[in-house]
């Protein structure tokens, strides 16, 4: 059983920067994706961003050049940095766990997911 929690969400004007962390145990497999999903009031949840073990990290286009995924494997931690924010990044940042070097919110849905945590970012 994985378990995710996520901490570090807040609110921030326009411009500014805040990073969220997921802090996962139990995971048992070596190759594993964690991942960043958003949901906003009213929408879809949406893949974010995605870093495997391996290091490989993937982008959503509406973050690219903002938002940066890091783990550190050792500790089962992974972070999301997120820069220059916008109004519409405000939504609940959620983590999610996929065994595998595939994970999306279509084919490949996380196994497992963190409680999630708002990002709020004001105009």
């Known amino acids: 059983q994985v378990q995710l929690v996520e901490s570090g969400g807040g609110l921030v004007q326009t411009g500014g920067s805040l990073r969220v962390s997921c802090a996962a145990s139990?995971?048992?497999?070596?190759?594993?994706?964690l991942a960043w999903f958003r949901q906003a009031l009213g929408k879809e949840r949406e893949l974010v961003a995605s870093i495997t073990s391996g290091g490989g990290a993937k982008y959503a286009g509406s973050v690219t050049g903002r938002f940066t995924i890091s783990r550190d494997n050792a500790k089962n931690t992974a972070w999301l940095q997120m820069d220059n924010l916008k109004p519409e990044d405000t939504a609940v940042y959620y983590c999610?766990?996929?065994?595998?070097?595939?994970?999306?919110?279509?084919?490949?849905?996380?196994?497992?997911w963190g409680q999630g945590t708002q990002v709020t970012v004001s105009s």
């Open positions: 999610g766990y996929c065994s595998g070097y595939r994970c999306n919110i279509g084919s490949d849905p996380p196994e497992y």
């Open positions: 139990g995971i048992t497999f070596t190759r594993n994706t």
